[in-house]
């Protein structure tokens, strides 16, 4: 195998695949990169058996041919070469000379034959949407996922699709995020798949803020997103998700709605003597006013009161500060409103107009 290649069409490719480079590998092939090189184009696969990652760039092969090499290395080299180089790649056997103007790099190979692949997808549901769809449905309920839960199927987010509509749900027991959106297509049964935590990531890496087509194929152990030079593959957990309808509560009870900017400072400023392991405050809630009270195990206290426009009766209630401002930093909306039945009911928190996206936050003993 023989190519040459411009240093930057080389490097964007590895970037975008080397997140499924398994960094503790059992398989030695795991540390590398597959490359197949056709007569046209190039192709670059990494994975962790968990995702694949596979970057295509159009390219024209002096000699085509399949080697695997090590992917960081490669990384390192193109990010230490000028941005106008150009690299010559000639495979021999268990080698691969690397050349860029007057540097010669010579990295031990490993043959294709020896680099894993994921099974093979059987199609249970397939649909398009736009990228910057997909991309906001993972930015606004990722940060609710579990983390290394014994309740394995937490440590994920839930996809669900049915007719006319795509919905993310993420939850660790203590919080929960939710959004839907719209999509086209006309599925029958409705589909519900968990992404584990290392593909959420990965995925939202691949996904730019353009309305440029994503497909999405679910199978029943992966799923499957195509974008225009890039393919995403994921296991999926297996496991069944928690029933997230029960536990959205109703959206009535004492109301506020506050200035979003304004209640995010104001929990900012409380939560600096906040019991740095559990993060409670107290929230008291009365006629237009909210205080916000912290105290810490140094007998330290911080109090914050703001003006809010409230409903309901005088309530006193305990909140994880983080889960609040998590909620708030997932949109740039004015407004937010929360919604509280009484002081042992969970939190319901929205953005009037926002209505695709809720959170629930469960209350804290203090």
Known sequence: MKFKIQRD??????????????????????ANVLIKANENDLSIIATDLEIELVSRINQVMDQPGEITLPAKKLLDICKS??????????????????????????LATLPASDFPALDEITSVHE??????????????TAFAMAQQDVRYYLN???????????????????????????????????????????????????????DEPVKVVLGNNHIQCELQNQRFTSKLIDGRFPDYKRVMPEAEGNTMLVDREMLKQALIRAS??????????????????????????????????????????????????????????????????????????SCLLTFPEESQAKYVIMPMRL
Request: proline share 4%.
């Open 81 to 106: 070469l000028p941005a106008d180089a150009e690299i010559s790649i000639d495979v021999d056997v268990d080698r691969a000379l690397v050349k860029s103007g007057r540097s010669r790099f010579t």
């Open 127 to 140: 649909f398009t949407l736009p990228q910057n769809i997909l991309k906001e449905l993972i930015d606004r």
């Open 272 to 345: 600096i003597l906040s019991n740095e392991k559990y993060r409670g405050i107290r929230v008291i809630l009365g006629d237009s006013l909210l205080k916000l009270q912290a105290q810490n195990p140094d007998q330290e206290e911080a109090d914050v009161e703001l003006e809010i426009n409230y409903t309901g009766l005088p309530m006193e209630v305990g909140m994880n500060v983080t889960y609040m401002l998590d909620v708030l930093n997932t949109s740039s909306q004015e407004l937010v409103q929360a919604m509280i039945k009484d002081a042992n009911s």
């Open 156 to 210: 994920g987010l839930m996809m669900e699709v049915a007719s006319g509509l795509i919905r993310t749900v993420a939850t660790d027991g203590h919080r929960l995020a939710f959004c839907e959106k719209t999509i086209e297509g006309d599925q029958v049964d409705s589909k519900q798949v968990i992404i584990p935590r290392k593909g959420v990531t990965e995925l939202q890496r691949l996904l730019s803020d353009t």
């Open 9 to 30: 069409d080389l490097l964007t490719p590895l970037q975008q695949v080397i997140g499924a480079v398994e960094k503790r590998q059992t398989l030695p092939a795991l």
